[in-house]
């Protein structure tokens, strides 16, 4: 017999009946927390293992890394990253490479462009010098530093070798020749996950080695945030915005300078 239906049949248990009416709900809704508990633990027992991967790199998300473009339209596209760098690109006459030949462009963002600029003016003040603007600074200037970024051929992050600041010995990276001659070392950082060395997410790293060629931990170093976007003529991997323009802090301000006297 329903419960309820007893209970309006019988109203001197009416007391003794709600108890168990109650009961019963409960019962009822405890058994429904469990059933649609387990698909939430399910999803995220599926989560985790495809994040505990080993061969995994740091890529920013993206489902699908080609775009229908060439570099150059990349980065006018993202202007919320790389509008002022589209502009140095103009400046520094580079807007046929980063259309035509293929390349890896290892992309400063705007941020770094407005920290250095910020460093000239800074400098121009204090010595009574009238601010710049990026137009005033020299094609040669723009071409000198942008092709530190610039490796020529396609290079996914896949391709690099492994490299440790710890352990410089066994994984050294490899240095690379880039644009106008300026050396870079490029490399996979294999990064520790709980404990255990090599095990998480793999870095690309890029460091400066002419800066101190006898201690590697010494030299300035950036870490790729976002890699193997893949531009029709190539691969764009983005660089963390802590990253100095140039790789030495001073450098850009020293040169720019020079430049501007």
């Given at each position: 017999?329903?419960?309820?239906y007893?209970?309006?049949?019988?109203?001197?248990?009416?007391?003794?009946?709600?108890?168990?009416l109650?009961?019963?709900?409960?019962?009822?809704?405890?058994?429904?927390?469990?059933?649609?508990?387990?698909p939430?633990?399910i999803?995220?027992?599926?989560?985790?293992?495809?994040?505990?991967?080993k061969?995994?790199?740091?890529?920013?998300?993206?489902?699908?890394?080609?775009?229908?473009?060439?570099?150059?339209?990349?980065?006018?596209?993202?202007?919320l990253?790389?509008d002022?760098?589209?502009?140095?690109?103009?400046?520094?006459?580079?807007?046929?490479?980063?259309?035509?030949?293929?390349?890896?462009?290892?992309?400063?963002?705007?941020?770094?462009?407005?920290?250095?600029?910020?460093?000239?003016?800074?400098?121009?003040y204090?010595?009574?010098?009238?601010?710049?603007?990026?137009s005033?600074?020299?094609?040669?200037?723009?071409?000198?530093?942008?092709?530190?970024?610039?490796?020529?051929?396609k290079?996914t992050?896949?391709?690099?070798?492994?490299?440790?600041?710890d352990?410089?010995?066994?994984f050294?990276?490899?240095n690379?020749?880039?644009?106008d001659?300026?050396?870079?070392?490029?490399?996979?950082?294999?990064?520790?996950?709980?404990?255990?060395?090599?095990?998480?997410?793999?870095?690309?790293?890029?460091?400066?080695?002419?800066f101190?060629?006898?201690n590697?931990?010494?030299?300035?170093?950036?870490?790729?945030?976002?890699?193997?976007?893949?531009?029709?003529?190539?691969?764009?991997?983005?660089?963390?915005?802590?990253?100095?323009f140039?790789?030495r802090?001073?450098?850009?301000?020293?040169?720019?300078?020079?430049?501007?006297?």
């Amino acid at each position: 017999m329903d419960m309820a239906y007893s209970c309006w049949r019988h109203p001197h248990k009416s007391a003794s009946c709600s108890n168990r009416l109650l009961g019963t709900v409960k019962f009822k809704m405890h058994c429904m927390k469990k059933i649609f508990r387990w698909p939430l633990v399910i999803t995220l027992l599926v989560l985790l293992t495809q994040a505990c991967k080993k061969d995994y790199y740091v890529d920013g998300g993206k489902a699908d890394p080609h775009y229908n473009g060439t570099i150059y339209d990349y980065l006018s596209e993202k202007k919320l990253y790389f509008d002022t760098i589209k502009q140095i690109v103009d400046l520094a006459g580079l807007k046929d490479m980063m259309t035509s030949d293929t390349i890896t462009f290892f992309a400063p963002t705007d941020e770094m462009i407005r920290v250095c600029m910020n460093d000239l003016n800074g400098d121009r003040y204090a010595t009574m010098k009238d601010s710049v603007k990026i137009s005033d600074i020299g094609a040669e200037v723009w071409r000198k530093f942008l092709g530190m970024y610039i490796l020529k051929g396609k290079r996914t992050a896949g391709t690099f070798p492994r490299v440790s600041p710890d352990n410089i010995n066994a994984f050294p990276g490899i240095n690379y020749i880039m644009l106008d001659g300026y050396i870079l070392n490029i490399g996979l950082d294999y990064t520790s996950y709980n404990g255990v060395e090599g095990v998480g997410p793999r870095i690309l790293m890029v460091t400066d080695v002419t800066f101190d060629p006898t201690n590697f931990r010494n030299n300035p170093r950036v870490k790729v945030v976002s890699s193997d976007i893949q531009p029709k003529n190539g691969v764009v991997h983005a660089l963390s915005i802590n990253h100095s323009f140039g790789f030495r802090r001073g450098e850009f301000t020293r040169i720019a300078s020079d430049y501007l006297k």
